[in-house]
C-alpha cells in the first residue's frame, strides 16, 4: 500500500488563527507537544517541543520562563527560516527570486488541521511573503498514538520566472537548553550502523550523502538527539529523527549564540539548485521524528509501531523464510547445482529460494561482477530452459522462488550500454569512472524510468510463479551528468529519485504484496522513503554473526525487527547454533551449503526453522527491548515482548571472550506483566546438547524486571535464547 492510500479525509476542519488561544497551536501525541507561537509580527516560531503539559493552557506562559539573551533577529525559534531578510542562522529555505532578490521573509497566514483518521491528523500551516508572491506550506503528520511526527513542505510560487531554491528543508525543530548530544551513524561497505556520541558544540554540524545512488554508504540521515546529557537506553529525554529518502539528504544541527538548537533535515541541495516555476508544487520528502522522556528504547519503540501501523510495505504481514545462493555458489552455478539447492530449500524446510546474481547476459555472460548488468535475459549456457524451468523446479519441491536484480544499473560492457549509451549517468567529456565495475542508468530520462517498469514487468508477465525479488543498488553516482536534462544538470539529483519513486509505485500499483528486499551492496539504502515500497532491507554484507550483533543492534533504533533481512551464511568463526540465533532477530534465512552440512547440524538447522516459526510474530510485531549493551558488555541481550506482555523471546549472547566473561550478573528483563507468573524455557538448543537452566518455579514479572534472569552466558554457551510465557496471574 502507498503512502498516500492512508490519507482518508474523513474530517476537514480549517482553524483561522483566532481560534487558537493566544496565538498558540499546540500539536499534541498522546504523551508530546509540539508547540508553535505567532509572533506579533507574523513569523512563526517554535515554542516548545518535549513532554506534554498537563494543563495545556500553561503554553502560553513558556516564554516567561526563558531569560536568555535578546536574539537579535527575533527570528531564532522560527518554525521554517528563510534566509536573505532577517535571518542569519542556518536557513531552511533559501531563494533567488525572478528577479533576481535574494530575500525571503514568511509570515503566518493560516492553520488548518484535517483528521485522516482517528488516530493521525495532518496540520497544514501556510506561510506567505508579504513582498513576493511565495509561499510554503509546512505539513505535519501526527500519529497521536505511536508519538510520531512526520514533517515535510511545499513550496510554490508566482512570479514572473522561474525562482532559483538553493535550500529547501523538509522540517525544522527548534529546541531550547545548553547541551545537546548528538548520536549519529557512519559506515562503509561492510561496516554499516557504527554509532558515536558527541556533546554538540556551537556553530553547525551537518550530516550528509552526496553519492546519489547508495547514498547510505558513508552515512544514514537517522540521529538522535539528546538534551542535557548523553543518551541511554531507558531513561533521559531523546528526539529520534530521520528522512524518509533514498537520495543525498543534509541535516543541519546549529547551535546558536544563545545555546539552543536548530534541527534541520531535508534533501541534500548540494549541486541541487532548483528552477522553480511559477505555480509548480516542490514538494520535500518528511523528516520522521519522535521524542521520549524515556531514553532511546521507548524511541525506538514509538518509531517501530509508526512504521508497521503506517509506512512499511505489508508491515503487520508476514514474512518468507529463505535459502539465497550468493555465499554459497557465487556467479557460479548451473542448472544441476540450482536444482540441487532448490532441493536444499525443501529439505530445510524454508519458504523460498532466492538466485543471487549471475543468472543473466547473454552476449557478455554474467560471470563475475565486470559485466552484464542491463542485459536481464537469463544466460543460455547456465540456465538453458530459462527462469521459468527453475520456478516450475521449485514448485515441484513445494518451494517458492525469487530473483535478484540491479535493474537501476549499467555494466559498460554490456548490449544495453551498446545500445543507449545516451541513458547512463557519466560526463560526455570526461573518463568513466566506476564503482564495482559499473554505472547507474540516468533514472530522469522517462524513456530509462519505463525500460526499468518494464525489466520488471515483463519477469512477472513472463514468470506469474515470481515470488520475490532481491532489488539490489551497487554503485554511487559519479560524474554526475544526465544527458536527458541538458543544461538543467542541478535537477538531476532530485529527478532521479521522482524517477525511482514513480517507477517503484507503478510497480507496486500492478503488484501491490510481492515481497522485495532492498539492498544496495548491504546497507547502502536504508531509509522510509524506499521502504514505502518494499518489505524487508539487507542491512549489510558482513554476516559475521559478531558484526552482525552489533550492526543490528543500531540498525533496531529506526527499522524493526520485521524489516531486517538476516542470513545465516560462512562468514565469521562462531558455530551454527550463534549464527542462528543471531540470524532469528529478525526475517530469517540462509545462505549456506547444505551438504557441507554434518547431520547434527542439518537436524538443528531444520529444527530452527520450525522454532523460528513459532516465535517470528512475537519478533516481528512485539516491543522490542534493549537490556544489554553490546558495546559496554561482555553479554549482549534484546528481547521482543508482544503487546499484551504475555510472549517474550530473548536473545543473549557473548560478544566479549576475554577468560571469564559471561553472564556473571542477572540481566533485567523488560516490558513484561509485574503481576504474571512466567515461565522460561531456553529453545534452539544443539542437538545433543542440554540446557545448564535450572529447572524453575515459575517466575514473577516483577522479579524478572527486578533481579533479572541469569541465561548463563559463557564461552562453552555464547549464544542462548529464552523463550518467556505468562502461566499465570497473582
Ligand atoms: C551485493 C549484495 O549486498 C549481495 O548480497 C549480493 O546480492 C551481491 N551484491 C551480488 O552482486
Not at 685 to 707: A, C, H, Q, W
Amino acid at each position: 500500500m502507498t503512502r498516500n492510500s492512508f490519507i482518508v479525509l474523513t474530517l476537514f476542519l480549517s482553524i483561522s488563527l483566532q481560534a487558537f488561544s493566544q496565538k498558540i497551536i499546540p500539536v499534541f501525541t498522546q504523551h508530546t507537544a509540539l508547540v508553535f507561537h505567532v509572533a506579533p509580527d507574523s513569523t512563526l516560531n517554535i515554542l516548545y517541543f518535549g513532554t506534554k503539559l498537563a494543563d495545556s493552557s500553561e503554553y502560553s506562559d513558556l516564554g516567561n520562563a526563558y531569560r536568555q539573551p535578546d536574539d537579535y533577529s527575533k527570528m531564532l525559534a522560527a518554525a521554517y527560516p528563510s534566509s536573505g531578510s532577517r535571518s542569519l542562522n542556518e536557513p531552511a529555505i533559501s531563494v533567488t527570486h525572478a528577479d533576481g532578490n535574494n530575500s525571503l521573509d514568511l509570515k503566518f497566514i493560516s492553520a488548518k488541521t484535517q483528521q485522516l483518521d482517528a488516530n493521525v491528523t495532518l496540520l497544514t500551516i501556510l506561510l506567505k511573503d508579504p513582498v513576493y508572491d511565495f509561499q510554503t506550506e509546512l505539513f505535519y503528520k501526527i500519529h497521536f498514538a505511536e508519538d510520531v511526527i512526520e514533517q515535510w513542505s511545499s513550496i510554490q510560487h508566482n512570479e514572473k520566472g522561474k525562482v532559483t531554491l538553493h535550500k529547501y528543508a523538509s522540517g525544522n525543530l527548534y529546541l531550547k537548553g545548553d547541551r545537546f548530544y548528538l548520536r549519529q551513524y557512519h559506515g562503509n561497505k561492510v561496516r554499516e550502523m557504527q554509532p558515536e556520541e558527541t556533546l554538540l558544540t556551537h556553530g553547525i554540524k551537518t550530516l550528509d550523502t552526496k553519492l546519489g545512488t547508495r547514498a547510505n554508504m558513508f552515512m544514514p540521515s537517522c540521529f538522535m538527539i539528546s538534551p542535557g546529557k548523553p543518551s541511554s537506553e531507558d531513561d533521559g529525554e531523546v528526539i529520534l529523527g530521520m528522512l524518509a529518502y533514498s537520495g543525498n539528504f543534509r541535516v543541519d544541527l546549529e547551535v546558536d549564540q544563545n545555546d539552543n538548537l536548530r534541527i534541520m533535515s531535508g534533501i541534500n541541495n548540494y549541486a541541487s539548485a532548483y528552477q522553480l516555476k511559477a505555480r509548480e508544487k516542490f514538494e520535500t520528502p518528511p523528516f520522521v521524528f519522535t521524542f521520549s522522556d524515556k531514553g532511546r528504547g521507548q524511541a525506538s519503540r514509538q518509531i517501530h509501531r509508526w512504521a508497521r501501523n503506517y509506512q512499511l510495505l505489508d508491515g503487520k504481514g508476514s514474512r518468507l523464510t529463505l535459502l539465497n545462493n550468493w555465499e554459497a555458489t557465487l556467479f557460479n552455478f548451473n542448472e544441476p547445482k540450482l536444482a540441487a539447492l532448490l532441493h536444499d530449500t525443501k529439505r530445510l524446510g524454508v519458504d523460498l529460494f532466492l538466485l543471487d546474481d549471475g543468472w543473466f547476459g547473454q552476449k557478455y555472460p554474467r560471470d563475475d561482477d565486470r559485466s552484464s548488468l542491463g542485459d536481464w535475459q537469463a544466460n543460455k549456457e547456465k540456465l538453458p530452459h530459462g527462469i521459468g524451468w527453475l520456478i516450475k523446479q521449485a514448485a515441484d519441491e513445494q518451494v517458492k522462488f525469487g530473483l535478484w536484480i540491479e535493474p537501476e544499473m549499467v555494466s559498460p560492457k554490456s548490449e544495453l550500454y551498446e545500445q543507449h549509451a545516451d541513458w547512463v549517468v557519466k560526463q560526455p567529456l570526461r573518463k568513466e569512472h566506476y564503482y564495482r565495475n559499473q554505472l547507474v542508468l540516468d533514472l530522469a530520462n522517462p524513456s530509462v524510468q519505463d525500460f526499468v517498469f518494464r525489466t520488471i514487468d515483463s519477469l512477472f508477465i513472463k514468470h506469474p510463479g515470481l515470488a520475490y525479488l532481491k532489488w539490489d543498488c551497487n554503485s554511487i553516482i559519479y560524474n554526475a551528468y544526465s544527458s536527458f536534462l541538458k543544461e538543467q544538470q542541478n535537477h538531476f539529483y532530485i529527478e532521479y529519485y521522482r524517477g525511482l519513486y514513480s517507477v517503484l509505485k507503478k510497480i507496486r500499483t500492478k503488484y501491490p504484496l510481492v515481497p522485495m528486499m532492498l539492498c544496495s551492496g548491504g546497507g547502502g539504502r536504508v531509509d522510509y522513503g524506499a521502504l514505502q515500497y518494499f518489505t524487508e532491507y539487507w542491512p549489510s554484507d558482513n554476516t559475521d554473526p559478531l558484526e552482525r550483533i552489533f550492526i543490528q543492534w543500531e540498525y533496531s533504533y529506526f527499522y524493526p525487527a520485521l524489516t531486517s533481512a538476516n542470513h545465516v551464511t560462512g562468514w565469521g568463526k562462531q558455530s551454527l547454533k550463534f549464527k542462528t540465533d543471531v540470524a532469528m532477530m529478525g526475517k530469517f534465512g540462509f545462505d549456506i551449503v547444505l551438504h557441507e552440512l554434518n547431520e547434527n547440524e542439518l537436524r538443528f538447522a531444520q529444527a530452527s526453522v520450525k522454532t523460528f516459526d513459532s516465535i517470528k510474530y512475537v519478533i516481528w510485531q512485539g516491543d522490542q527491548y534493549r537490556l544489554s549493551d553490546p558495546q559496554k558488555n561482555d553479554v549482549a541481550s534484546i528481547m521482543y515482548v508482544d503487546t499484551t506482555g504475555r510472549s517474550a523471546v530473548m536473545f543473549s549472547y557473548l560478544v566479549n571472550d576475554r577468560y571469564g566473561a559471561g553472564s556473571q550478573l542477572p540481566i533485567k528483563l523488560k516490558g513484561l506483566k509485574p503481576d504474571s507468573y512466567y515461565s522460561v524455557k531456553e529453545i534452539n538448543l544443539y542437538p545433543g546438547k542440554s540446557g545448564t537452566l535450572p529447572e524453575t518455579k515459575l517466575l514473577s514479572g516483577d522479579l524478572l524486571m527486578k533481579v533479572g534472569f541469569n541465561p548463563d552466558v559463557k564461552s562453552t554457551r555464547p549464544s542462548v535464547v529464552l523463550r518467556i510465557e505468562e502461566v499465570s496471574r497473582r
